[in-house]
């Protein structure tokens, strides 16, 4: 016999409308419930009821202390796994250098490769987890992790590993991302036809044969890995059998967009310069649309990504943290909720939606999280607040007082 659970002092259930993915105009829609109670059966959401309505076999009755409650944070794009940190980079960005330039000093991506490569498993692992649970408080509860900070074979793998570790550790959905194809190693600085070819014979076929990554990624932008380099990785990747992901048009218009939508990638990410036949075509593809704005924002650019032309058009918008030590260094989902809408001009409930059922979806999470409907699993955030607005409303203040993954408590606020 299932154990049944009833959630009773609701203020408000707030869940997307669609139990798969919500696209274009049906994602500024949300259903709330008032008066009601919320069952679970075992780790699953088993109905809605009326507060007042008597229901047989109850075994254990949460008090929701007024709260409201949502669905957990679906995050389909971060870099959770690193060494080191780069607050003084952040300092000189401040102070005017720009984000390819201290890049191109060999700061940025490669500074991190180089601290994660000195790390140990065991260092890489104890900071991931850190950062999972500070992740976790802000209300997220699926993840997708990339690796790309080793840019060599071992060191992909160790941070793949790493991963894996969390997978089989955290109380969170946990899916894996090979990105060695991020930036170039110093070792290849002056032959990125031989990191390529390494890449490709024996980087992806290494990854492939553990079995550690669902989906390859790649970082197609000017000065790292133009379309044509991003197209045969990419193919390569797929051959193999992963799933692809893109970050596209991030820093300049290179057509990573159309690219995406050619090779039948799940999502593109940042498109901050994505063009309308990049739209279209992503559209036409149903390929997600995953924007990064606490990226934009942290990177000082006014230019955001054309988040209402993507949505007139009918695209699928998810949004991420991008969290990584270098251009987006954030924990926190409803901050970058609160940045899409006021600078993407997002309405708060395009925002939920894009965090919650998109971003699961962005991941082929959606049949288990993502939004409040009968068998999925009870993914939750309890928001204390009058009202679900409250969670993107009052910017930076993390609202959350609890967060539950799979009918259990993994996060309360002391
Ligand atoms: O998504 N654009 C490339 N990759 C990351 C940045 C990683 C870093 O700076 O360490 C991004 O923004
Ligand atoms: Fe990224």
Do not use: W
């Not at 203020?11 to 274009?24: M, Q």
């Not at 893109?246 to 057509?255: F, K, L, N, S, V």
């Not at 279209?280 to 650019?301: C, D, H, I, N, Q």
């Not at 979806?361 to 009968?374: A, F, K, N, R």
């Amino acid at each position: 016999m299932p154990m049944k659970i009833r959630i009773t002092n609701i203020r408000e259930i707030v869940t997307p409308v669609s139990r798969d993915v919500a696209r274009g105009p049906g994602m500024n829609q949300l259903t709330i419930y008032t008066d009601s109670d919320l069952v679970l059966s075992n780790e699953r959401i088993d109905s809605i009821i009326p507060r007042n309505d008597f229901i047989e076999g109850i075994e254990h009755t949460i008090d929701a202390g007024n709260s409201i409650v949502l669905p957990a944070f679906a995050d389909p794009h971060t870099h959770l796994v690193f060494g080191g940190t780069r607050e003084d980079e952040f300092n000189l960005r401040i102070k005017g250098r720009k984000y390819m330039e201290i890049a191109a000093m060999g700061g940025g991506i490669n500074s991190t490769v180089r601290e994660t490569r000195k790390a140990s498993e065991e260092q890489l692992f104890e900071n991931a987890v850190k950062n999972i649970r500070d992740m976790i408080a802000h209300g997220t509860a699926s993840f997708e992790i990339k690796s790309g900070y080793g840019l060599e074979t071992q060191t992909e793998l160790k941070q793949l590993r790493v991963i894996r570790r969390l997978q089989e550790t955290q109380p969170v959905d946990i899916k894996a991302t090979f990105l060695g194809a991020h930036e170039i190693p110093p070792e290849f600085s002056n032959n990125k036809e031989g990191y390529v070819s390494l890449l490709c014979k024996e980087m992806l076929p290494a990854v492939k044969e553990q079995g550690i990554a669902e989906y390859c990624d790649i970082f197609c932008e000017t000065g790292v890995f133009d379309i044509e380099e991003s197209h045969k990785i990419l193919n390569t990747a797929a051959e193999l059998g992963f799933k692809l992901r893109i970050h596209a048009d991030e820093i300049t218009p290179i057509g990573g967009a159309e690219l995406a939508a050619e090779l039948g990638a799940v999502s593109a990410d940042h498109l901050v310069y994505i063009s309308d036949t990049g739209i279209k075509r992503m559209v036409e593809a149903g390929t997600v649309f995953t924007m990064l704005p606490g990226t934009t924002f942290f990177l000082m650019s006014d230019k955001y990504a054309p988040a209402r032309k993507i949505l007139e058009s009918g695209g699928i918008l998810a949004l991420s943290t991008d969290f990584n030590p270098g251009s987006s260094y954030t924990h926190s989902m409803p901050m970058v909720i609160t940045i899409a809408c006021l600078k993407m001009g997002l309405t708060i409930e395009e925002g939920i939606n894009a965090a919650t059922i998109n971003g699961a979806y962005s991941l082929g999470l959606q049949d288990i999280t993502g939004s409040i409907h009968p068998g999925k699993q009870a993914d939750l955030i309890f928001l204390k607040a009058p009202s679900y607005k409250f969670l993107v409303y009052n910017f930076g203040v993390n609202r959350i007082g609890a967060v539950m993954k799979k009918g259990e408590f993994i996060y309360q606020k002391s």
